[in-house]
DNA sequence: ATGAAAGCGCTAACAT
DNA sequence: ATGTTAGCGCTTTCAT
């Protein structure tokens, strides 16, 4: 393995200038610097990051730690966020917590291990108790709904009004028993999470529009996956369930229902409509194509980049935390046609 | 931030006995045990990774590099690498190569700078040609279906195989005029790629049965992609191209092939039928449901980081580079129904 | 414009 | 069973 030290004397210099030469120091001869970068490349120079991170403190990696990496929520905003850092310099490792509270704080407390420069973290299982814990020693980012006004940066979306939205466009479209597919909501003001801002912006909605609450319309699920969408609405339709649209808490989940619903033989979007929340790429391509909210996940991931660099650029700095509410628009497709 | 030194101090030994503590070497009596660890607790104390890294070499971390975060089957296969590797007590992190040789090269080469013990990389990018190249000094398993006969371990799916056995279900199914859409093939031997195989396996089956090569009926997508997909059904219906069957490079691509039958008014399956490669999550839950072709993935990624932990614990032994090819198996559902 | 010295936090190798 | 010494590869500081 060939050191800054190898370079050096092949170079006939100091270990010192070459360490300048790296990194883009004035006061270097240009000749000196030709020298040294013709050494750089016959010896096959790398730096070694932990040798430098031990010095500086800097890596030039950020953390993305995700519940799941096969979620193509998350894969759309990892995507993103690569793209966001990779503007700044910077390189992105993507972790996996499996959406447990243990591994979420885990991922923080690695982070800390000096790995990464920053870490955003997309948080499922810490709710406002935690809160507190998430002041680590590094910078962080939350990307989500459960803490809202913690001790750190935090870019989340516009759930109940995005909701709201999409339940008011199901309500135009004729859609007078909407139902609505969540997870389960906590009791406590304190516990927010997608579920409980999405089902505010659901009943305003219907408020809004006159219609009554009807707590059979509000459905939970074990998951947010396709399996648990699927199995929810054939279940629903074969009770025979008075429905004529649904406002699912995301476009995974929607997409189970789209198929529990071919099941029950109900047709979308004649019989029942259906819209989601996210607008993941495959969402164009079901038949029928589905309806969803549509946040900015372009702007999500500047932001949460944009918090991110900033904290670790201005280390000592103390600056209040900020908060950031992407935009949406509702994204019109065939399972909400007709009226 | 407390290091190592800062414990010893506290707990009145040496910085030896405390490394000897975290690192479960035996010979530390058990009352200097506990007072140290309740000293690492008290002050709430973290290795430094990068620190111990510098001194061992071991990161305790490997790289998953990937084409894309985003696609679906990626996210299958990263979930199941990051499952394998954390029996093992190793940490994944993954990373976006954009499907970019340059970027895979970069992967390889960021990878020395020893952030990883090892690196998996999926490739598509990199040729036979490029084979060389992958003797990077750090131990690296090669996931795909690029390079054969490479200087490093190599885990591969059973792509002629498989596409044999897919095509041979629709030929079962009643299928006579058969479309492949694969990707642009090379044209010497060398270039082999996803395409290339599974079209030896598609004219195979065509063969075996006694039906005839037909160049119209292989189809060239721009890429493996939904929109791709979707666009080349869309104007292979509108050209009265007549088949009866279509066999896919991949699920994702059949799921824009499913859609852009339907925007034609062919139905799936009466009218064509539909199987796909990948069996990712989503092709349970299409309507119609897609048939496909499931390679084992758990198989696959078991052995890539078997592979991989070999070779870092064994870093000297060169034993000559070893190839596995996972099973696979059919998976029948509607887009295939009937006869 | 270049170099020498010191040390980041940790552990291998060798004492004791 | 515990401690001492040295040094991993790099950069900060200060000198020249």
């Given at each position: 393995?060939?050191?800054?030290?190898?370079?050096?004397?092949?170079?006939?210099?100091?270990?010192?200038?070459?360490?300048?030469?790296?990194?883009?120091?004035?006061?270097?001869?240009?000749?000196?610097?030709?020298?040294?970068?013709?050494?750089?490349?016959r010896l096959d120079y790398r730096v070694n990051v932990a040798a430098r991170n031990l010095r500086t403190g800097r890596t030039g990696v950020i953390g993305l730690a995700v519940p799941e990496v096969n979620a193509t929520y998350y894969g759309l905003l990892a995507t993103a966020i690569i793209a966001a850092a990779e503007r700044?310099?910077?390189?992105?490792?993507?972790?996996?917590?499996?959406?447990r509270t243990e591994n979420e704080l885990a991922a923080l407390s690695r982070s800390r291990n000096r790995l990464y420069d920053g870490l955003i973290l997309t948080t499922v299982g810490l709710g406002t108790r935690?809160?507190?814990?998430?002041?680590?020693?590094?910078?962080?980012?939350?990307?989500?709904?459960?803490?809202?006004?913690?001790?750190?940066?935090?870019?989340?979306?516009?759930n109940v009004d995005a909701s709201r939205a999409a339940t008011h466009h199901l309500i135009e479209r004729g859609c007078r028993r909407i139902a609505f597919l969540r997870g389960t909501v906590g009791d406590t003001p304190e516990d927010v999470d997608v579920s409980s801002l999405r089902q505010a912006g659901y009943r305003q909605a219907l408020r809004d529009a006159g219609l009554p609450l009807d707590a059979?319309?509000?459905?939970?699920?074990?998951?947010?996956?396709?399996?648990?969408?699927?199995?929810?609405a054939r279940t629903m339709?074969?009770?025979?369930?008075?429905f004529d649209g649904v406002f699912c808490v995301t476009d995974t989940v929607a997409m189970g229902v789209l198929r529990g619903l071919a099941d029950a033989?109900?047709?979308?979007?004649?019989?029942?409509?259906?819209?989601?929340?996210?607008?993941?790429?495959?969402?164009?391509?079901?038949?029928?194509?589905?309806?969803?909210v549509a946040p900015d996940h372009t702007m999500m991931a500047e932001r949460a980049v944009d918090f991110l660099v900033r904290r670790i650029?201005?280390?000592?700095?103390?600056?209040?935390?900020?908060?950031?509410?992407?935009?949406?628009?509702?994204?019109?497709?065939?399972s909400t046609e007709g009226r």
């Open positions: 393995m060939t050191t800054l030290k190898d370079v050096a004397e092949a170079a006939g210099v100091s270990a010192m200038t070459v360490s300048n030469v790296i990194n883009d120091h004035p006061h270097v001869r240009p000749a000196t610097r030709t020298r040294v970068l013709a050494a750089m490349a700044r310099g910077l390189r992105v490792c993507i972790e996996r917590t499996g959406a935690d809160a507190q814990r998430l002041k680590a020693d590094l910078p962080v980012v939350l990307l989500g709904e459960r803490i809202f006004g913690g001790p750190v940066d935090h870019v989340a979306m516009p059979s319309l509000e459905q939970c699920l074990p998951s947010f996956t396709m399996a648990a969408g699927a199995e929810l339709a074969g009770e025979r369930l008075d033989g109900v047709r979308v979007p004649q019989d029942v409509k259906v819209i989601g929340f996210d607008n993941v790429d495959e969402s164009a391509y079901l038949v029928p194509s589905l309806s969803t650029e201005n280390e000592g700095d103390m600056a209040a935390p900020e908060e950031f509410i992407a935009p949406y628009t509702v994204v019109v497709r065939e």
